[in-house]
């Protein structure tokens, strides 16, 4: 039987061992398994890779631990705005929304996007008529408040500073979201999902909901999805050019996604990770932060999360 695989992550950053309590660390490590195992488990009942990274993201977005859904980073006017996306590898569909507000699953959202619209990408406004269009339920502000997330915005609200999620500092927290998945047919598929920055404002968008930024994929060669500085991750067209190393210099998967986390954004001033999948379920997750949060599991009996470099 073909291999079928996913991988999943919660964000890159300063993650050094010691920094969190053991308690938060079991609770990371356990809702990492819980997307991971459910991702998993769309796969070995013989459904397809856009299905499987749809369970895993909505799950890590229903965590207040990461920075997507629920754990949503607070805006410059102490707002939510959310960003996700989705692609499938089979046939080159994908789906980005940006700047949504109240949306429990912003990627449940951009798969909407991807196969009840004509289109690729909805912002804002439009985006939310879109989902009030198909009935989507809003929450209010108190389903995503977060006293951490809110104590990290109460720091800098005053300032035009804008804080990454992956901050130098011990005490922040990460968490953009994605998924990958190789499925039973050798289909590839990756979503991506993030509150964005702390303090963001005018409408600032990182590179989760842009395909061939932070997120790709394609059977020709891999899915990915991205975490770390957007704005160097949009110039660096990191997804794609994971994806074209692969098609025009022949790479492997891991030898791709590594020239480009340890080289070429490096070379241009970003940090963060990614993780890719190839048709064959090949995994790889590189990043160059002291940590990511990720998860692995194979038909071949990977099985793993883990935090730390
Ligand atoms: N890449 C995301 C952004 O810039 C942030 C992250 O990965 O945490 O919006």
């Known amino acids: 039987m073909k291999t079928f695989s996913i991988a999943i992550h919660g964000g890159a950053g300063t993650l050094v061992k010691g920094m969190m309590t053991p308690e938060l660390e079991a609770q990371y490590k356990s809702a990492l398994q819980l997307a991971l195992d459910s991702g998993y488990k769309v796969l070995e009942a013989g459904k397809t890779a856009v299905e499987a990274v749809e369970v895993a993201v909505k799950l890590l977005e229903d965590s207040h631990l990461f920075n997507a859904g629920k754990g949503s980073v607070f805006t410059a006017t102490e707002t939510h705005e959310m960003d ?26 951009a798969r909407d996007v991807m196969e009840k619209s004509e289109h690729v990408f909805l912002a804002g406004d439009g985006a939310m008529q879109f989902a009030k269009e198909l009935n989507y339920k809003l929450e209010d502000a108190s389903y995503f408040y977060d006293e951490f997330r809110h ?25 953009t979201v994605g998924a990958v998945a190789c499925d039973k047919d050798g289909n590839i598929a990756a979503a991506t999902s993030t509150g964005g920055m702390t303090n ?36 660096g067209v990191v997804a794609y050019d994971v994806a074209c190393l ?45 940590g990511m949060y990720r998860g692995q599991k194979s038909s071949d009996g990977i099985d793993d999360v883990s935090i730390y470099g």
């Open 84 to 109: 996700a996306s989705i692609m499938d590898g089979k046939t080159l569909n994908a789906g980005g929304v940006s700047l949504i507000t109240g949306i429990k699953n912003p990627v449940s959202l």
């Open 151 to 175: 104590n990290q915005w109460l720091e800098i609200k005053d300032t035009d500073s804008f804080q990454l999620d992956h901050a130098k500092k011990k005490d922040s927290k990460f968490g």
């Open 200 to 235: 963001k404002k005018w409408g600032r968008v990182g590179d989760s909901p842009m395909i061939g930024a932070g997120n790709y994929a394609n059977n020709k060669t891999c899915a990915i999805s991205c975490t770390g500085s957007g704005e160097f991750f949009i110039r």
């Open 246 to 290: 692969m098609e025009h210099k022949g790479m492997s998967v891991k030898d791709a996604s590594s020239e480009v986390i340890h080289k070429r954004i490096l070379e241009i001033g970003g940090d963060g990770g990614l993780i890719a999948v190839d048709t064959k379920g090949n995994i790889a997750m590189p990043f160059n932060t002291e």
